[in-house]
């Protein structure tokens, strides 16, 4: 259930919905980039609020010092171990590999994770 971010900062996939009655909880995966350009890798309930939690300096150590960050990239996914698993996955990457996935360039993701292997 990976998507980008629509104008209003939303992921354009949503998760299905769950059955009469149940309350669904959605994780997701988030990407900021900060003020210096780099990538940070998060995951929470809810993208939004977590990027101003950084920006009010409430966020990950990492962050405080590169503010404001702002949202480029979020997945959703139907439970937080998932949303943790695919964390640490993208924490792994290189540099170029979260670009082109931020990017939506699925040719050149497919390129760098053919050369890595």
């Not at 949503?14 to 009655?21: D, N």
């Not at 990239?73 to 792994?92: D, G, I, M, P, T």
Request: proline share 3%; aromatic share 10%.
């Amino acid at each position: 259930m990976a998507g980008h971010l629509d104008e209003f900062g939303a992921s354009r996939m949503v998760p299905r919905a769950a059955s009469r009655g149940q309350l669904f909880v959605v994780f997701y995966v988030y990407v900021v980039r900060c003020s210096d350009r780099t990538l940070y890798i998060g995951h929470a309930e809810n993208p939004q609020i977590r990027v101003k939690a950084h920006n009010d300096g409430h966020g990950a150590a990492y962050t405080f010092k590169r503010r404001p960050v702002s949202l480029v990239y979020s997945e959703a996914f139907h439970s937080e171990a998932e949303a943790v698993e695919r964390e640490r996955q993208l924490k792994r990457w290189s540099r170029a590999k979260k670009e082109a996935l931020v990017a939506g360039d699925l040719r050149v993701l497919k390129r760098l994770s053919k050369e890595r292997s």
